[in-house]
């Protein structure tokens, strides 16, 4: 099974593909979609197609079967957030227009997956991603958020898995 974990922003959006064998992970491929912005009106929508072009040729290059997004936190900035809100709209948009099936998990969520803390920081999720897949190099801080959202996505369906597989009655 190959799980696509995207990281968005409107600037930079992280991706960052695994494949899951048992509880096996390998890391197969992780990169930035940077956008560019012209400075015209239509910067926005400029961006947020670049962004979707971007993750339709990951999905078409890498072929996933899965993918998971995470979700945006608010902050202060409330125009900043809306913005981000809409790239992660892309991000969802795009692999479930290819028909594969979305996640979605806060940050806390990730990082309490992959490091054992909910608020760990940026260097524990990377030195964690890296042990889980050995001799990973990142393209970036965003491509290694994706993969760290790949590995919480493939721990959680492996864990559905299980519990759909146990006997009814059996806790």
Known sequence: MRVLGIDPGLRNTGWGVIT??????RHVANGVIQTTADGTSTDLAQRLSQLYRGLCAVIATYRPDLAAVEQTFVNKDAVGT???GQARGVALLAPAEAGLPVGEYAPNAVKKTVVGVGHAGKEQVQHMVRVQLPGVTFEGPDAADALAIAICHAHHMQ???MREARPKGVA
């Open 159 to 161: 864990g559905r898995s």
């Open 82 to 84: 809306l913005k981000l």
């Open 20 to 25: 899951v064998d048992g509880p096996r992970l």
